[in-house]
């Protein structure tokens, strides 16, 4: 009864211990599995948790029976071959403890199996081919992407496995030592004679037969290690494939004829020491145990000098003919693993004949040449849009809408609640300002009579000069800025937007949040460590907490797998707001490819893109590219998750970009892997670097940009990202980087080559020539003087036909704290002429002339009559009015057709004069 009554305190205080050791991950359990049932990902959230399951209860009661087993003939033998002295301990009270040290051992390694192998796992059974083999074991790519890194990470843990093994039987014989002694070390330390008289059958041998039974189980440990230790050197023939040895990653010459070699000879010496070592114990020959892993000392030796002499004396006298095939594995891997192996590539003739009737034909990508700049647009929105201190428009982003029928590329930004200027009292923080509230949009191309963007949408509520663009739930509840949890639908109204004197409220009528009924309230109050979410008499039963509302966290909630873009950006859609975020499939797995960057990365995919909806926070994830087996692979693990493309709303389509995060990336690779001549890519003879430019006043790598204009070999214009590269430290333009934005071309890559036989001016020498002119030089030098400053925006690459364009935006700003950059000048540049005007369209008709004109003869009669000349004078001035407009919308076609209409009226008006 005493006996059950322990039994039962114990396993209360092992409980008690439990709850409060394990309190925060209890209730972070409980309130994320909520949170994942509400966004609809519940089955996502499961699928982590019974995978630990499934995995760690066999492994923990396997690891348990088989460590308990193994602890229990330490014991047998132990007991078997040494006389033991009386003890206090029985057996059963061994064996309790044999089964402890077991139960804890299992369950420390179940843990560290389930929490670093669980997604490993699920990768290894649900792993799509590639279809490609590697081409010195020709395995296919997926066993080294999906399946290699779950088998070393079981390798690691085996070695370490058994390294804990080693230690735990040390801490099971000193516990037998000293619940069971051998009478040679009897506590009352009698002379031999005695303990012979007392214990006439004692075996006075007990020393020596301790130290026979601890090398019995350290050789059984000992041959386990061997034999994992060859499989972990199967594992380094498969890692020659990311060898930074030779003349280009990836295994080498040297790699393939020496050191596959010698880890080969290691995995079969592994073996041999596993043997030698049981044969040697067993013989009690020292020599013999140590023969294996003195001989693989000696052969790694060799070896690495082996390796060295090959390389210097064999390989380097004669390296592209050594190397030559393992260069070419470099090459075409490395384009394969950066999605660089379907390049379309074109000849561009950058020829100098290009007209005003070209440019006429080309009016959309004329129309659509960006002006404004991103960043003093952001000042702009900030300072003219702000409209409160606490707002803040945190991003400016690029994009397209279809406007009057044109398709119309433009800037946009949230207009969003920046929490570090509210008040920081708690119920203006979670209960009070819970959202910002709607959007500012311009053209890239139109700017108003001060040189600032020309805003479409504006203004609190919005307002939209665009008839097919607007905004019914401007509330942007999940954004960038959005940080902390908010608590809705409470008694205390929420702040809605300022309105003159007073400011509006609302309640959130939308679907996303928490309800704080019941538990809900306590279990938020431990989560948010806020004792008022407990205490408020604001919050009832009805309201709801809303968590990771900003939209990067809360996607990395729900897929931690994936890597997501720095910048997101909005969508206006069906009268609603929505954020799209890019998300990539990445890799340091894909053989022979060249890592970039810092880390070991030398896989990427936009295979996803995110749709968050600034309202409700509906997160749903797209796959954006079938074709990559490693999302393929997550689909199958968690088939709830994503949706496919053709699912997308058209409205929201429509405005999927390819992304600079991965085009930068592959520009930057393409600009050394674009050499498909071996000869040619061993010597580095025409490596590229992206064109630099002038920023601002100071020397920079260009950024890609995003355009609408028509590709020479197309009929109409579209949406396109682009990069000039120059040779490598030579300023010329050698090649044009693009990828298509738009329906099925979406994500094609093309490369247009400039002619070698000619020189072809890069972004420098434009800059250059800039610098050289005279006028804009005295321009600079005055607004250069003190109290106002000149900023140079970014040199805009246009193709045209088949020649290039280059625009430059001149801003003035005054020196001081508040002032807005503006939009004084526009430099154009073509071949060696340059235009240095007030608006574009003055600087092209400076290079190309302006619009031809009709000449335009009248009746005498028609003349002659008042009543003509009044009309003629009365529409003058409607076209005017109209021609202001359309420039300040950025409309160039209308406006160009009005100061035409305008001439024929002017002209009309002076012939009517001459002949009166």
Not at 595 to 608: A, L
């Amino acid at each position: 009864m005493r006996k059950a009554k322990g039994a039962f305190w114990g396993i209360g205080v092992v409980v008690v211990l439990f709850l409060l050791t394990s309190f925060t991950t209890i209730i972070n359990f409980v309130t994320d599995y909520q949170w994942f049932k509400e966004v609809g990902y519940d089955k996502v959230f499961l699928t982590k948790l019974m995978t630990q399951f499934k995995m760690g209860i066999p492994i923990f009661i396997v690891l348990t029976l088989l460590i308990h087993f193994y602890l229990l003939s330490i014991k047998k033998n132990y007991n078997k071959k040494i006389d033991t002295a009386y003890t206090k301990i029985s057996e059963k009270g061994i064996n309790r403890i044999a089964l402890g040290i077991s139960t804890i051992v299992s369950f420390l390694a179940t843990m560290t199996v389930c929490s670093n192998l669980w997604f490993e796992i699920l990768k290894f059974f649900n792993a799509t081919k590639f279809n490609i083999l590697d081409p010195i074991f020709k395995n296919d790519i997926s066993f080294y992407m999906l399946k290699l890194p779950f088998l070393e990470q079981i390798y690691y843990l085996l070695m370490s496995f058994i390294v804990f093994l080693v230690i735990v039987t040390v801490i099971f014989y000193m516990i037998l030592m000293s619940v069971k002694r051998p009478t040679l070390f009897d506590v009352n330390h009698e002379p031999e004679d005695n303990v012979r008289r007392i214990h006439p059958n004692v075996n006075m041998n007990n020393g020596k037969q301790l130290l026979n039974i601890a090398l019995g189980q350290l050789t059984v440990l000992g041959v386990s290690f061997f034999v994992i230790l060859g499989l972990g050197y199967v594992f380094k023939t498969y890692d020659l494939l990311y060898s930074p040895r030779g003349v280009a990653y990836g295994a080498s010459f040297t790699d393939i004829h020496v050191t596959l070699w010698i880890y080969r000879a290691k995995i079969v010496l592994a073996i041999i020491s596993a043997v030698l070592l049981m044969v040697g114990a067993k013989r009690k020959q020292l020599r013999l145990v140590l023969t294996g892993p003195v001989i693989m000392i000696v052969l790694s030796i060799l070896g690495n000098v082996a390796a060295l002499g090959v390389q210097n004396f064999i390989v380097a006298p004669d390296e592209i003919s050594k190397e030559r095939i393992y260069l070419d594995h470099n090459i075409n891997y490395t384009k394969m693993a950066y999605g660089l192996d379907h390049i379309e590539e074109k000849d561009f003739s950058a020829k100098q004949n290009l007209t005003r009737e070209d440019l006429e034909k080309n009016i959309e990508t004329i129309k659509n040449i960006r002006i404004n700049d991103y960043r003093p647009t952001k000042q702009f929105y900030n300072q003219s849009q702000g409209i409160r201190l606490y707002y803040q428009f945190h991003d400016v982003d690029i994009d397209r809408y279809n406007i009057d029928g044109q398709l119309t590329q433009v800037f946009l930004s949230g207009r969003e609640i920046n929490e570090e200027k509210i008040n920081e009292q708690w119920i203006n923080q979670h209960l009070k300002y819970t959202h910002g509230y709607g959007a500012a949009l311009s053209p890239v191309n139109a700017i108003t009579s001060q040189g600032q963007p020309d805003l479409l949408i504006k203004n609190i509520p919005p307002k939209s000069d665009i008839e097919d663009i607007q905004i019914k739930y401007p509330q942007i509840y999940f954004g960038e800025l959005t940080n902390n949890y908010v608590i809705t639908n409470t008694k205390e109204k929420e702040f809605d937007y300022p309105s003159g004197g007073q400011n509006e409220e609302t309640i959130y009528e939308g679907s996303a949040g928490i309800h704080l009924g019941g538990m809900n309230k306590l279990l938020y109050a431990i989560k948010e460590k806020s004792s008022k979410i407990l205490i408020s008499g604001n919050i009832t039963k009805d309201s709801k907490i809303l968590i990771y509302r900003n939209i990067k966290e809360r996607a990395q909630k729900i897929a931690p797998f994936i890597y997501y873009d720095d910048d997101p950006y909005l969508v206006i859609d069906n009268e609603k707001l929505y954020w799209i975020l890019d998300g990539y499939t990445i890799s340091n797995n894909y053989p022979y490819a060249r890592p970039f960057g810092e880390g070991r990365t030398n896989y990427i995919r936009n295979s996803v893109k995110v749709v968050v909806d600034a309202y409700n926070g509906d997160t749903t994830y797209y796959i954006a590219d079938e074709k990559d087996p490693v999302i393929k692979t997550m689909a199958k693990i968690f088939p709830q998750l994503f949706t496919n493309m053709d699912k997308m709303p058209e409205g929201i389509k429509e405005h999927v970009r390819y992304p600079q995060t991965l085009f930068d990336i592959q520009a930057n690779v393409y600009k050394v892997y674009h050499m498909t001549d071996t000869d040619v890519f061993y010597q580095q003879e025409d490596l590229w670097d992206i064109a630099n430019e002038i920023y601002e006043q100071e020397k920079q790598v260009m950024e890609s940009n995003y355009f609408i204009m028509k590709l020479p070999e197309e009929e109409k214009e579209e949406f396109l990202l682009s990069i000039p590269y120059t040779p490598k430290n030579k300023p010329n333009m050698t090649a044009l980087f693009m990828a298509r934005n738009d329906g099925e071309n979406y994500g094609k890559l093309i490369i247009y080559k400039m002619p070698k036989q000619k020189n072809v001016y890069g972004p420098m020498q434009v800059e250059s020539k800039i610098d050289q002119d005279t006028t804009i030089s005295k321009e600079f030098s005055l607004w250069g003087q003190k109290g106002s400053s000149y900023i140079r925006g970014n040199l805009l690459t246009i193709p045209i036909e088949n020649s290039l364009l280059y625009v430059e935006t001149i801003y003035l700003k005054a020196d001081n704290e508040n002032s807005l950059p503006e939009v004084k000048r526009v430099v154009v540049a073509y071949g060696d002429k340059i235009a240095y005007e007030e608006t574009l369209e003055k600087a092209l008709d400076k290079l190309f002339g302006g619009a031809k004109t009709p000449e335009v003869t009248l009746p005498e009669e028609d003349v002659k009559d008042p009543m003509s000349v009044n009309g003629m004078i009365k529409r003058a001035n409607e076209v005017f009015i109209k021609a202001q407009e359309a420039q300040k919308n950025g409309n160039w076609a209308e406006y160009g057709k009005y100061l035409d209409e305008l001439k024929i009226l002017l002209q009309r008006l002076n012939q009517t004069e001459s002949v009166e």
